[in-house]
């Protein structure tokens, strides 16, 4: 999926999120869950994130480690131990946001990677007209989640 289609689900997501976590502050909220939707695409050398880390990108695998279901784990972990619970939920919503909407894609991702290459795949083609149809679903949503808040 494309970067902004990351954040209109990563969005969604944490819309759905407040219901159940009452952060108590929510832009911070907000802003964390976009960084985590955005982190997973680290590993493509030419990605919004990732072409500021570029060696990430040459050692690891697109879709790969950085896709699965162990880096959402070691991240989370690594942001427990720096702050805590709050920005925990929210960077590890966010990722998830991002692992579950490239699961929908042809390419899809290896979430068990490096111990497995089992792939998760949908029919999806990325930056195709479907991917602009989730787009424009998952803003007008969006926007409509936001308003009967
Ligand atoms: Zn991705």
Known sequence: MMFK??????FLAALFSLQYLNPGNQVLFFILVMIGACLPDIDHP???????????GW???????????FMLVILSL???YFFNW???SAIAIGFLSH???DAIT????MPFHPLSRFRLRGFIETNSIFETI????????DVLKLIRL
């Open 5 to 10: 289609t990351h954040l209109a689900f990563g």
């Open 46 to 56: 030419k990605s919004k994130l990732g072409k500021y880390f570029k060696p990430i």
């Open 59 to 69: 050692l690891f695998e697109h879709r790969g480690f950085f896709h699965s279901i």
């Open 78 to 80: 690594a942001v427990l």
């Open 86 to 88: 709050f920005y925990t």
């Open 99 to 101: 692992l579950i909407s």
């Open 106 to 109: 042809i390419q899809g991702i």
């Open 134 to 141: 989730i787009f424009i679903a998952l803003v007008v949503f």
